[in-house]
């Protein structure tokens, strides 16, 4: 470990005269680059913040990413390295932020006087000068980095430790007299063992009176160019691929962040007046802010936060690397994104339906009851008699240690003229995403959220599966008790939305939710399928269900996703789509269940019961006995071996280079005749180097030579529409 030299003196800054904590010093000798994979071996550097030898500026830096500050005359980011391939992220300095409050749009932090915008050299910035009339520093804090969310874990979970790290927060206050009695912070949290930095602003109004807050920009980064266009428009150019950006404010039922993305923008910056494009269209410029964010009133005394931006440094391009890289990123920030309880989508009709399946689960191996869309569960109904009638069916699942909870639609569902979205284009209910669905700021909206949050703590739900969630409706109304009107409907419904997950997550209810609310407490979204494709027959959904696995877990987890098996009719179809009677379709039952659990991936078992028969319950037992047997290996992140084409062979392998089985690869022959094949197996995610042991199933392991592109050949035979799997220690 590095011996971290205590800065002994304190220096004044600005003219307010505060002093700053006492801080390690920076040695210059730790801007080497990192000499290890932080994706394969940990990297032991711990988060630090840091202050230079003449006190000037305030350096970020955990081994992997360094982000400094100078912090006289105002604060600026002046250094923003990749540590892993020494890549500059910046070419010149924005403010901190941009704050608009009662109309006014103010700079924070900041400083002026770069004429070169193509590339920063250190030397320039002493002669910069600040705005007067900008946000001015005026002290910073330094913290250890506290859990965004106090999590309560309930089932199996890979992660169970809240990051580590440290929070820096740099505080600013308004020479405008108007100003006087508002706060700007803006925070960096940087991490233990990732490149990641997360920032923040926060705006507390210590006046007497309410202030309005418009946008606010909580980033803007002056970044290098991906390409050289002389000509071209930025929607032709492609965007800085060195910085992966995702913020907590994304919603669009695409089972994707980059599609759900609503705050990342990529503009030309006009006063980099020598870059090759002749119309100063390369998109360069990086601003984050919810765009529909218009006019929030802020309370005296209230403080407003913003969006969390999530910036995490990529040192390659390879697809596989970089979506190791965001996985990792949720396992560490998110950890309730590795819960991963094994469960069913119970279809009920009476109280007796459920006790039996519970008694199923326990059977089985299974870990949790859903009760599904059209069972006869409403989590809306809060009167006295059903929240004890579901407590006892709870109270009964919990003493056979089984989970239980329930779906509730929110969205694409009409509640009433005076409690739907209203269009602001015609000024009346519709024009949402789902066409017609209700407001969170309504009455009814309001009393949702309170009914499901009442429900659940009065029967001891354990999970709770919103369909529909909120997906960023704006709202006209004027009269609708959540929010003031259009100009804040967004945000308000969001923050309602958003409060529901947070009380979930620190509740120990696990949230099951079709939209991007991972940042915010949930656990599980679905992997990405197209529901009719349910109705179509078995063998078409095992190779399209592999295909959804490879396509769906690229930047998830397996953890992160939910797939789909119908055990009942299910959008159409015939007996051929269905896996009941059980006991006569063993055969798909059983390859489904093994291409799901095989992928680390829970699917929704939906029907009214896990076996009929003896053998039918021995078959679902095994498959689970065997997947808690390697639960740790098969939660792991995946390597795409091969996509699933009806063809040829296809498969994934599991990786993780810090457990004791270090790979489990599945592999699949859909075709009708048996398959004898040899392979490239890529092991450098493992952590092997030199020597590999390597079984088929249960069998003996056999020693492989690693070679120096860590591969190793392996040879396979698979039967017949198919499958077979091999350890890697």
Known sequence: MRRYATCLFLFSFCSHNIFAQRLPLWNSAWDGLTTSDWL????????????SADGGNIILYNGLVKRSFRISPNVACVDYKNMSNGQQLLRGIKPEARVTIDGVAYNVGGLYGQKENAYLLPEWVNDFKKEENDFQFVKYEVTNLQPFLRWQSKAWTLNKKQPTGKLISFIYKSPVTALNDVAIKVNYELYDGIPLIVKWISVENKSGHTITIGNIVNESLALVEEESAVVGSPEQMKKQHGLYVETNYAFNNAMRYDISDQTTHWKTDSVYTSQVNYYYQTPCLLEVYPEKVVAVDLQAGEIFKSVRTHELLMDSYDRERRGLAIRRMYQIVAPWTTENPVFMHLVSEADKEVTDVVDQCKVTGYEAVILSFGSHCNMEDTSAVNVKKWKKLADYAHSRGILIGSYSLFSSRRISDDDDVIDPKTGKPGGAFFGNAPCYGSKWGLA?????KYFIKQTGFDIFENDGPYPGDVCASTVHPGHKDL???QWRQMELQKSLYHWCNENGVYVNAPDWYFLDGTNKIAIGYREVNFSLPRENQKILNRQ?????????SPSMSWGFVPLTRYQGGGPEAV?????????DYEQLMMQYYGAGVQACYRGPRLYDTDKTQQTVT?????YKKYREILNADIIHLRRADGRDWDGIMHVNPQLKTKALVMLYNPLKEKITRTIKLPLYYTGLTNMAMVREKETAAKKYTVNRDYEIQLNFTIEAESYTWFVIE
Request: net charge negative; aromatic share 12%.
């Open 40 to 51: 394969v071996k940990p990297e032991v550097a711990k988060a630090e913040i840091y202050q």
């Open 448 to 452: 949702y959220l309170e009914k499901l």
């Open 487 to 489: 100009d804040d409907s």
């Open 548 to 556: 959804n696995i490879y396509d769906g877990l690229w930047e998830k």
């Open 579 to 587: 896996l009941e009677p059980l006991s006569d379709h063993l055969k």
């Open 622 to 626: 095994n498959v689970v006995n065997w």
